[in-house]
């Protein structure tokens, strides 16, 4: 009885997702614009970029400012028109072209690079499709509350813990500095205040980096596990792929069988069986012009005593040769000629034959 209510059945455990996804199960998703990525990873070379330029060109920026400002103080007329708008718009764009796209550009530049290095070239469409599930609200609570949100919500709070850490780390010896920027001119309050402020942005985007690292890598992870398939999913896949193994049994049954059939209907045309006498038989044609004698049947056991019936019954002569019979059917195919090593054995054969026809005719 305690054997009969312990059932270990391998069956419930079919639907667990335990398999490693399948090089197709992972060229479908990527497809579907389902690629593992670190947003935090891009927004980090973003922040990088962007105070890296403010620090290469941010001399040449503000004398841009300066000497832009300058030149309107002085060459501007009070008197506000059209002319003096147009004048001020087009010296803002071409300001703005001279110092804000630069950094723009590299920005960009970085951004895209990134991108490029997480998701690779991959177009598709699939993203952007509605789907009417997204506008369910049972499915949109969903995912507020779900497993990956708790993640995120975690690790933003984790970061924002470690950041401000930093910051109030870096912050709280530099704080002592600040009365002395009062007493001191802006020419010479800027660069100080701007060192400041970049040592503290690099100090902060090499925390993120190293927080962006690690999400990255679970974000890999957590991609893999959301691919992992099960045991049947496996299989059902491999019959979409391969074809179900019970079909393609029967077709090469099939193919074996019309196989036998077209062999079949050469051995008549043979001109001498030779047998094991039970477990082989090969059946051998040889006509004038041909370079040697081809083999047109063979068969093992079953299909050996099927060739020697339809030889019988088509006057086909049987020769036991056993040490011959085994030779052929090891070395030659059918279709193919006799090799030259057995060219003597099976001349004895064919003129033993052909010695027994022509008796008979004589008879």
């Known amino acids: 009885m305690g054997a009969e209510s312990f059932r270990f059945d391998l069956q419930l ?3 667990e997702k335990t398999e490693d996804p399948t090089a197709k199960r992972q060229s ?17 070379f973003v922040l990088l970029a962007g105070f890296w330029s403010l620090k290469v060109f941010g001399g040449y920026i503000y004398n841009e400012i300066t000497v832009y400002f300058t030149y309107i103080y002085n060459h501007l007329n009070t008197t506000v ?23 723009l550009l590299i920005i960009m530049i970085f951004g895209l690079s990134v991108s490029l290095y997480q998701v690779g070239i991959n177009f598709t469409t699939k993203p952007l499709e509605l789907k009417f599930s997204w506008l369910n609200p049972i499915n949109g609570f969903g995912r507020i509350f779900s497993k990956k949100s708790l ?32 007493y001191l001119d802006i020419n ?19 925390v993120i980096f190293v927080l962006s690292v690690f999400d990255y890598a679970y974000q890999k992870w957590d991609h893999f596990q959301s691919l992992k398939m099960s045991k049947d999913e496996v299989k059902e896949e ?23 059939a077209r062999m079949m209907q050469e051995v008549p045309k043979a001109d001498v069986i030779v ?18 004698p081809e083999v047109i ?43 030259p090593e057995l060219y003597k054995s099976v001349a004895e054969v064919l003129a033993y034959v052909y010695r027994l026809k022509h008796r008979n005719y004589a008879a």
């Open 13 to 15: 455990f079919a639907g």
């Open 28 to 44: 479908d998703a990527r497809a579907e614009g389902n690629i593992p990525r670190s947003q935090e990873l891009s927004s980090t």
């Open 81 to 103: 028109d059209t002319e003096t708008v147009m004048r001020l718009f087009l010296g803002i764009i071409i300001l703005l072209g001279k110092t804000a796209f630069p950094i």
């Open 151 to 182: 993640v995120e919500l975690l690790k933003s709070i984790l970061k924002i813990i470690i950041i401000g850490y930093f910051i109030y780390s870096y912050l709280k010896d530099q704080i002592l500095q600040m009365p002395k920027l009062l």
């Open 188 to 206: 010479a309050s800027l660069p100080l205040i701007s060192d400041i402020i970049l040592t503290l942005a690099f100090k902060v985007i090499g």
């Open 238 to 260: 491999f019959k979409q792929q391969e074809g179900d193994p019970q079909i393609k049994g029967k077709i090469k049954q099939k193919q074996r069988q019309m196989a036998m």
């Open 275 to 292: 047998t094991n006498p039970t477990h082989f038989a090969v059946a051998l044609k040889y006509q004038k012009g041909m370079k040697a």
């Open 297 to 339: 049947a063979k068969g093992q056991d079953y299909v050996a005593q099927r060739i020697k019936d339809v030889a019988r019954e088509a006057g086909v002569a049987i020769v036991e040769d056993k040490p011959l019979a085994r030779a052929l059917y090891a070395a030659v195919e059918i279709g193919e000629m006799v090799p």
